[in-house]
């Protein structure tokens, strides 16, 4: 029998800011090729929002470690469904945060890239009105051109990919020509659930609270094909009210950490 490694359980009380990002510090690998994390937050029963958001779900923990993967990724990956929901504005980035990102090679913050093949997303959102970056949006050659242009007017970054459904591997690899290559995807679990049957998630950061709510929610995944696509903890964080902060990876993605 083979025992298999286990994954590092510590308590979030006793985390500070540098502990969590040596904890979530991206592989080598994400350097020279889009690497694509994935965070959700659900409950014991596999709900992902409640009343539409995910805002009663998260918890302080949650929320830190939320802004902390923006904080490493060179762009925030978003499903418009998402983005309308839950009404996203632009990344926020403190100064110090920014003179990290760039002592590292990176933008001062990292834009949100939306993926709505018929660009519906509402030039006046405060996706577009409070933000300091301009989001990029992914979108079709088929898609309104009116609401391209409204968008692009808006002070949008819009790119046409290809006349039909957009593939993972097209968002991906435009983003990656962009040299964006450390996504965070935020979700939702429609393009969650795509990334995962074409085996395009390299992470998925789960954070897991004590609650179940019952309903009929989407799980963090929603598509018609089964995906197989297997992953190892490498950490589990355990916050004072009781949820639980998952790293899960793929391939040899291991974090080089030690705790006493």
Not at 49 to 63: F, H, I, K, M, Y
Not at 164 to 177: F, H, N, V
């Amino acid at each position: 029998m083979t025992a298999l490694a286990s994954p590092l359980v510590l308590s979030g009380s006793e985390l500070n800011r540098d502990d969590l990002v040596q904890l979530y510090a991206y592989p080598p690998a994400a350097a020279d090729r889009p690497y694509v994390r994935v965070n959700f937050v659900a409950s014991l029963d596999g709900a992902t929002a409640t009343n539409g958001t995910s805002a009663e779900l998260t918890s302080p923990l949650d929320r830190e470690v939320l802004q902390l993967l923006r904080d490493l990724a060179d762009v925030v990956l978003v499903g418009a469904g998402t983005i309308r929901q839950e009404n996203y504005i632009g990344i926020r980035a403190d100064a110090a945060v920014r003179a990290e990102r760039l002592s590292s090679g990176m933008s001062e913050v990292a834009p949100i890239a939306v993926v709505t093949a018929r660009a519906d997303i509402d030039p006046d959102s405060r996706l577009l009105t409070h933000t300091s970056v301009p989001p990029i949006i992914l979108t079709t050659t088929t898609a309104s051109a009116a609401a391209k242009h409204g968008l692009e007017r808006a002070g949008a970054h819009v790119l046409e990919l290809g006349a039909g459904p957009i593939s993972p591997t097209a968002l991906i690899d435009a983003l990656g020509s962009l040299g964006l290559r450390r996504i965070i995807c935020e979700g939702g679990p429609l393009l969650t659930g795509q990334l995962a049957t074409h085996k395009a998630i390299d992470e998925l950061c789960l954070t897991t609270v004590p609650t179940v709510v019952g309903g009929r929610g989407s799980r963090v995944t929603d598509s018609d094909c089964a995906a197989s696509l297997r992953l190892q903890c490498q950490h589990i964080i355990i916050d004072s009210d009781g949820a639980q902060l998952a790293r899960w990876t793929a391939g040899d993605a291991t974090a080089s950490v030690e705790f006493q």
